[in-house]
C-alpha cells in the first residue's frame, strides 16, 4: 500500500518527500516515481517507548512515491496518469506561500485554482477512459448480446455522468456485486485524497484558508491539513527531539505537521495502528480498519494467526490514566478477546496462541 505524492511545480513536495523518507529527489528533478518510506509519526508510540524502556523499539512505516510534477507536458504525455492510478491514496501538495523567490507556473499564488485544475485533471482522465471503454462496449454489443457486458456498459454511463458534474468516483456508491466488472480499470478519482496546504512560516497557525476549504472537502471526502515545508525543513535539523520539541512549542505548534499528515495517509489507506508492549521491544503495527484479532495476530505472524487462541487487550488511553499494567489489572481495565473482536486504533495487544 502505498502513497504517491503529487503537485504542480515548485509547490514543496519534494522538500516534504525528503523529510519523511530521508530520500533525496536527483538533481534536475523529478522525471520518474521515486520510491521511499516513512515512519508513521505518532506521540503514543513514544510514550509506550518512554514507559517501557524497550532494548529495541520499531515505529511503523508506510510507502510514498513521489510523482513527477504535474504540468503540460507530462498531463500531454500521460505517463502521470498511469504512475497516480498505480498508487493506492494520494497527497496532493497545493503552494499557498508568497516567495519572489520562487516562481509559479501560472504567475500568481491562488491554492483555489490550483486545486480545482488538478482536480479537473483527474477527473478527465477518468472520463476519458470511460468514453473509450463505452464506444468499445458499445460496438462489441452490436455484434453479440452479452448481459454481463451490458451491465458493464450501464454502470459506465453511470459513472460517466457522475464525472461530467464534475464529482470524483469516490463519492459515487458502487455495489459490491458491480466491483468486480471494474477492479483492474485505471480510475484516479475513486482514490482518497489529502489535500497538504504548503503555508509560509508566518501562516503556520492561520488556517483561514483550511477553514474556508473545510465544507468542499467534506463534500468532495478529501482530508485537508497545513503544514510548511521551510519549517519542517529546518525542524529536521535540529540534533535532539528536545531541541526539536522546543522550536515547535516557540511557534505554537501542538502536533506536529509530519504528525498529522502521516496520521491521514493511513487514514486515506484505510489502516490504523496497533502496538506490542514489553521489556524486550515495543512495536507499533499497521492493520486494515474493521480487522478481527486472529488479522492482527497475523500481521505479527502468521503462526500467531494459525493457532490463534484469544487476544488480551488494553486501551492506550487506560494505560496512560492507570500508568502501568498493574493499575489495568487492579482496575479490571485488561480484556480477554476471542476471534470475533474487532481491533481498534491504538489498541495494545498480547497474542496467545498454540501451533
Not at 65 to 90: H, M, N, S, W, Y
Not at 195 to 208: G, K, P, Q, S, W
Not at 275 to 293: C, H, I, M, P, Y
Request: net charge negative; proline share 3%.
Amino acid at each position: 500500500m502505498k502513497v504517491g505524492m503529487i503537485g504542480l511545480p515548485q509547490t514543496g513536495k519534494i522538500t516534504l518527500f525528503q523529510i519523511l523518507t530521508g530520500n533525496k529527489a536527483p538533481e534536475g528533478g523529478v522525471t520518474k516515481p521515486l520510491p521511499g518510506a516513512a515512519d508513521i509519526l505518532d506521540k503514543r508510540f513514544d510514550t509506550l517507548v518512554s514507559l517501557y524502556e524497550p532494548k529495541k523499539n520499531v515505529r511503523a512505516r508506510i510507502d510514498l512515491v513521489l510523482l513527477p510534477k504535474i504540468e503540460q507536458e507530462t498531463i500531454k504525455k500521460g505517463d502521470i496518469f498511469r504512475e497516480i492510478a498505480d498508487t493506492d491514496a494520494i497527497c496532493h501538495v497545493v503552494r499557498a506561500f508568497e516567495d519572489e523567490a520562487v516562481y509559479h507556473v501560472d504567475g500568481t499564488v491562488n491554492p483555489i485554482r490550483d486545486i480545482d485544475m488538478v482536480n479537473a485533471e483527474l477527473i478527465m482522465h477518468d472520463l476519458i477512459f470511460i468514453e473509450k471503454r463505452v464506444e468499445k462496449l458499445t460496438q462489441t454489443l452490436k455484434k453479440l448480446k452479452d448481459e454481463n457486458q451490458q451491465k458493464e456498459l450501464d454502470l459506465l454511463l453511470s459513472m460517466k455522468a457522475h464525472l461530467e458534474d464534475e464529482k470524483p468516483l469516490r463519492l459515487m456508491e458502487i455495489a459490491a456485486e458491480d466491483e468486480f466488472m471494474i477492479r483492474s480499470y485505471p480510475f484516479i478519482t475513486r482514490k482518497q485524497m489529502i489535500l497538504a496546504l504548503n503555508v509560509a512560516e508566518d501562516h503556520i497557525n492561520d488556517t483561514a484558508l483550511m477553514d474556508s476549504l473545510k465544507e468542499r472537502c467534506e463534500a468532495g471526502q478529501i482530508e485537508v491539513m497545513q503544514v510548511s515545508a521551510k519549517v519542517e525543513s529546518e525542524i529536521a535539523l535540529l540534533d535532539t527531539e528536545e531541541e526539536k520539541e522546543e522550536f515547535q512549542k516557540d511557534l505554537g505548534i501542538e502536533v506536529s505537521a509530519l504528525e498529522t499528515l502521516t496520521t491521514l495517509c493511513l487514514k486515506a489507506l484505510g489502516r490504523i495502528s496497533f502496538f506490542t508492549v514489553g521489556k524486550d521491544e515495543v512495536r507499533q503495527w499497521l492493520l486494515r480498519r474493521n480487522s478481527t484479532a486472529p488479522e492482527a495476530a497475523g500481521v505479527i505472524h502468521s503462526d500467531l494467526q494459525r493457532g490463534f487462541i484469544r487476544a488480551e487487550v488494553f486501551k492506550y488511553n487506560e494505560l496512560m490514566e492507570h500508568k502501568d499494567e498493574a493499575g489495568l489489572k487492579k482496575a479490571g481495565k485488561i480484556y480477554v478477546n476471542g476471534k470475533e473482536y474487532v481491533v481498534e486504533d491504538g489498541d495494545i495487544l498480547n497474542i496467545r496462541f498454540k501451533v
